[in-house]
């Protein structure tokens, strides 16, 4: 009895401290909950989304567990503005966060220190968030942490923090495209679970740390795009699982060690634009997964060894500007999956290896500037792939293969500068594809025989008609004191004997030759000034793509378009060429490569790059994205949304495709490029000024809807210049008040548009019916408007046309204060139509001018 008493208290006891601790934990557990609803209203971040707080774990990018405590915080850009509430987040109030997520979100400022109380988190996101300052060294508080992703702020800075050493359990720290300097801390050779480390593209200077040895896990490693000096630690040939070694445009220095030979998973090994020296060692041979090396730029010396042809995985072997000397070992002909070789700007001599013939995949062959001998092996027209091949300032000798024929796809032929001798062989005709030659200082002889069926102007190439036959005014042919410079038009249909073929000479021509000048003349110069991608001493070569997978190699680039090859060239201009290139995911974008100006100012890089990002972030459905962009010291270029039916200049320069490019669709354009600007000028802040529409600047896509491009481009070209001094613009659309007061303002591009408006209502530039303003009183409108279209026939089409053309001329107001800001124009377009009060086809422009072709004869009194 007494012992069931006691039982019974004793398990009266024990149920109410089980239960008091139960209560206990509940009670923990739900104050736990509760801080993290207030912590998730106080932050703000939802309070435009949700302020029902018992429903917290379904809004929108939160995860919660069983218990309803948050656990991922992931929400998209475009449903949650976060901007500068980030630090308003109470840190401390989430201890089951494993995942936050804020990747390119418009954060700025800094990363709060408070992130440090985390304490759960696995993944940490914040990339691309326009974030800057130092990093919080209560980063290293995260110790659950195996994501840590901080790439693409731009302007992070101060050094890297010690304290990331602590994050053991780290899997991927990637800091690239920030402005971290400093030296890289030995901390971080305590993350030995590490298998991604980047720090491209920063200031970091410094050794390599010997520590970094510890890192056996790791995969990959990007130093790229910093400043570090002195020699790779050996312990880094210590991390026998590396698949990805970045080390490019540094300024390292050494030879490269008989150990690289540990590194036998390794598949990319780039070290170009550096200070190695020494020769290339045998062991590099050995490393047998390697698929792309690039070892140009540095000062590597001594001979190719014969070995190489054992990396049979090889597809990009690029040893250009170094001092390589001997002959090019024949084993070379062993590397079956090559597709690009650059040797050149080297000392190699003796002859051409045959073997080359046996590379079937090669694409683009690159020797030039060398001292090779003897003659061009007939063995390389078999490369049935080959698209580019540059044999040129080297002492080759003998003719042009007359088997060059073979060579369907080759596109680039560079042959300048050697000693080569014969004719030009006629078989060069059978290349379909050949757009750029050059055959300069030889001892050829003979005659040119190409036979050129389409021109285009802003080429290298001038013609100058004499009789039948064309000169042929190219420095293509310079150099041959026997070889004639002239070749003949096209064969028309009724067969007139060509010039040439009157004087009986014995050349069968047998193809057509497209000879566009845009490659050639950007390929020649960049020669000349030796500023190639394969030839540059201390390129800076740095890639960026938003969007798609964060980040494209710049042999993605190379690859696509085959080394800017002429066949993807689309276009030229003032700033430079545009290429059609599809990336490895399949998306088609056009790439602008500019020529670039501020060449050495180191300063240029980084102010460019932020440029740039604001440009990025500009969306705007009639502007054309900007995607992303690629550097390199001499030579830049852009990548853009690609636009399927080029510019509107193109297509109203095209009787059947302006055609097609009816009223409706022109007032479209019209009203497109008006909505546009309005957004530059009135929903950015700073405004944005365009500084050069022009019809070449609008593009059009497959459904002939327009997209304004290239604005800013001026501004990123001369970046200290702000609104002063520089001249941009594109003759015929520059406003009158630029010529003297040189300052740019919105209104300059409201003119331009004002142009480009009535071109487009005309077909063509509108400077004659300018120039004469006496003329312009008594003209009438529809005499004016493109011809090659039927007039309007519908009355709201008529009343589209006036509209625009009357916004167009009051944009024209020489007097920069009494044209409307492009808001009016924009929201003009909009807004409900006026029936006309008299035909269109009695209108004048006078009357447009004074606005008097309303119904009830009422003058308008808005003054737009
Ligand atoms: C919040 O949501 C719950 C469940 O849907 C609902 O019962 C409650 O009325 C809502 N509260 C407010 C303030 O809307
Ligand atoms: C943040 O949350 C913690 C834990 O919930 C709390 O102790 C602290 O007072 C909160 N801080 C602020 C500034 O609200
Ligand atoms: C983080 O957000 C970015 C951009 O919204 C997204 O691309 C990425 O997949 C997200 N990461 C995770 C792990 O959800
Ligand atoms: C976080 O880190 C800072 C600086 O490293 C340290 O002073 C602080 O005590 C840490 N806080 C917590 C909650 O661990
Ligand atoms: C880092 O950048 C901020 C501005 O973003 C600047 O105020 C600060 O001086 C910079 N710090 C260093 C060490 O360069
Ligand atoms: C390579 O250059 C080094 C100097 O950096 C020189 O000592 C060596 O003799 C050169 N080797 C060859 C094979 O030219
Ligand atoms: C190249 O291939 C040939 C035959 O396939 C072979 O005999 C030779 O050893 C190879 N050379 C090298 C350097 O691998
Ligand atoms: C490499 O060649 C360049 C120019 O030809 C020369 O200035 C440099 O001293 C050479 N370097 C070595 C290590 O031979
Ligand atoms: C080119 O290839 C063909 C067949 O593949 C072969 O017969 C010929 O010898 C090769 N020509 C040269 C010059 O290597
Ligand atoms: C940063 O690096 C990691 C690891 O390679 C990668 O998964 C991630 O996509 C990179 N971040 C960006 C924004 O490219
Ligand atoms: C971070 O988000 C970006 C997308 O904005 C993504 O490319 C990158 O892979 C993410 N980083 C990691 C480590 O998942």
Known sequence: MASSLTNSIFLGVLWSA????????LLAAVSSLESEAVALLESGWWSSYSNNISQRCNWHGISCNNAGSITEINPSANVIQVGDRFGKLNFSSFPNLVLLNLSDRKLGGNIPPQIGGLSALKYLNLSYCGLSGELPSSLGNLTQLEFLDISYNDNINGSIPPQLGNLKNLVSLNLSWNQFAGVIPFDLGQLTNLKSLLLRVNNIDGSIPSEIGYLTNLIDLDFSGNMLVGLIPFTLYQLTNLATLYLHSNQLEGSIPPNVENLK?????????????????????????????????NEINGSIPSEIGKLNNLKYLYFGANNLTGPIPSSIGNLSKLQAMSLGSNLLEGPVPKEIGNLEALRVLHLSQNKLSGSIPSSICNLSKLKALYLDSNLLEGPIP????????????????????????????????????????????????????KLTNNSLITYKGDGDCYFINDKAFDGNKDLSHYACPPQTKSGRTPYYMKIALPI???????????????????????????????????????NYDGKIAYEDIIAATEDFDIRYCIGTGGYGSVYKAQLPCGKIVALKKLHRLEAEDPGFDKSFRNEVKILSEIRHRNIVKLHGYCL?????????????????FWVLSNDDEAVELNWIKRVE????????????????????????????????????????????????LHLDSSNLTVLAGTYGYIAPEVAYTMVVTEKCDVYSFGI???????????GDLLSSPSSLQNTKLIDVLDKRLPPPTSQ?????IVQAATLALACLNPLPKSRPMMEEVSKKFVSSQKSLGIPLRIITLSQLVNHEMHIEGKKETCHV
């Open 508 to 546: 069968v021509i047998s193809s057509v030759f497209l000879i566009l000048g845009c490659l050639l003349l950007s390929r020649f110069k960049a020669k000349k000034n030796q500023v190639g991608p394969l030839t540059t001493k201390n390129g800076d070569l740095c890639c960026s793509i938003w």
């Open 632 to 648: 390199h010291r001499r030579c830049m270029f852009l990548i853009y949304e690609y636009m399927e039916r080029g510019s509107l």
């Open 796 to 800: 709201l089409v008529a009343q589209n």
């Open 265 to 297: 998973n390794l598949r990319v090994l780039s070290i170009y634009d550096n200070r190695f020296t020494g020769l290339i060692p045998l062991a590099l041979c050995r490393l047998t997964k390697l698929e792309i090396v690039y070892l140009l730029e």
């Open 402 to 453: 007359k088997e060059i024929g073979n060579l369907e796809a080759l596109k680039v032929l560079y042959l300048s500068q050697n000693k080569l001798s014969g004719s030009i062989p006629v078989q060069l005709g059978n290349c379909k594809n050949l757009s750029t030659l050059d055959v300069s200082y030889n001892n050829l002889s003979g005659i040119v025989p190409l036979y050129i069926a």
């Open 18 to 25: 089980i239960l008091l601790s139960f209560a206990t934990t």
């Open 669 to 716: 354009i019209i009203k497109s490029v008006a909505h546009a600007l309005s957004y530059l000028h009135h929903d950015c802040t700073p405004p944005i000024v365009h500084r050069d529409i022009s019809s070449n600047n609008i593009l059009l896509n497959s459904s002939l809807e327009a997209f304004v491009a290239d604005f800013g481009t001026a501004r990123m």
């Open 756 to 766: 480009l408006a009535l071109e487009t209502l005309m077909g063509k530039h509108p």
